[in-house]
């Protein structure tokens, strides 16, 4: 039996995320709550769309990520969280978009291309997570959550490369787009 690598002591483990306003996220738990969902609730603080996970960063790779993400030109967008949906393997409710919006997809596209670095290798399915293990989620709609979406952040999860609590490590705005004269 082959152990797993341990990732380096002097790294951080990173992902490219949307992080809802505060009575965004109070209003994704609550509606996570009232449709009743088993399995183990995630923190209202630590609801959040993940755009693109980068895994186990070395610190001195930290600085190449922002340079690319300061590259990227992104407007800001309306999300509609109107989905219930879940992984099966991983046993994970989520709420999500029945049609994601353009510049979401675009976003993350454009964070995955320039970071050169994500090791899911899956379509991106935007969603946010909202129980762990929890058992067979019917899909179906729900009542619509309006998300104005005005940044993404990079956000560190744990210490030495080890998932644990949040932090925010940097924030970039996403402009609003002036309408057409």
Not at 94 to 114: E, V
Not at 127 to 133: G, I, T
């Amino acid at each position: 039996m082959t152990a797993a690598a341990e990732p380096p002591r002097d790294s951080q483990r990173l992902f490219f995320a949307l992080m809802p306003p505060a009575a965004v996220a109070e209003r994704i738990a609550t509606t996570a709550d009232r449709l009743g969902l088993d399995g183990r609730r995630i923190e209202t603080p630590r609801l959040h769309l993940t755009l693109v996970f980068l895994g186990a960063v070395e610190s001195a790779a930290l600085a190449r990520f922002c340079t690319a993400a300061d590259a990227i030109e992104a407007p800001a967008f309306t999300l509609v969280l109107d989905r219930l949906g879940a992984f099966e393997a991983p046993q994970i409710a989520w709420l999500g978009p029945s049609s994601p919006p353009q510049p979401l997809l675009d976003l993350a596209a454009a964070l995955d291309k320039n970071t050169i670095r994500s090791i899911e290798n899956r379509r991106f399915r935007p969603h946010v997570s909202v129980r762990r293990r929890a058992a067979r989620v019917p899909a179906e709609q729900i009542e619509p959550i309006v998300w104005p979406v005005a940044h993404f952040s990079l956000l560190c999860s744990g210490e030495g490369g080890q998932p644990g609590a949040y932090r925010e490590l940097r924030r970039w705005p996403l402009p609003r787009r002036r309408p057409a004269v």
